[in-house]
């Protein structure tokens, strides 16, 4: 009790459906695949929020709908922001993906 009092763990009544590991093609909820479309912050499936402050970190969210592996993420990102570099959209792609994972974005 004391540990989830300091909040070192947290305690649920229920197991989101979230992915053990990032899977070939990444799939986000799609609530904060639609949240993200609109605004600048999305509900994980552990019903907190994550700040979308930069605007490649949203398209990237609204992209991950389970139909591209990183390939597929790679060339619709390079055609939604064709001013970036293609080394810069691919080094990215790995960072978000767990930045999205530990955050509970992602589904099992």
């Known amino acids: 009790m004391r540990l989830a009092v300091s909040d070192m ?18 799939r986000a909820s799609a609530s ?20 979308l402050d930069d605007a490649m970190v949203r ?19 390079k055609a939604e922001f064709p001013a970036l570099p293609v080394e810069q959209l691919e080094q990215g792609i790995e960072p978000n993906l767990q930045l999205l994972h530990r955050a509970g974005m992602l589904e099992a």
């Open 59 to 77: 398209s990237f969210l609204r992209l991950l709908d389970g139909t591209r592996d990183r390939v597929g993420l790679l060339d619709t990102l």
């Open 9 to 26: 763990i947290e305690l649920r009544a229920w197991r989101a459906p979230l992915a053990a590991e990032i899977s070939i093609r990444p």
């Open 32 to 51: 904060s695949r639609q949240e993200a479309r609109t605004r600048e912050h999305a509900t994980t499936l552990l019903h907190t929020t994550l700040r």
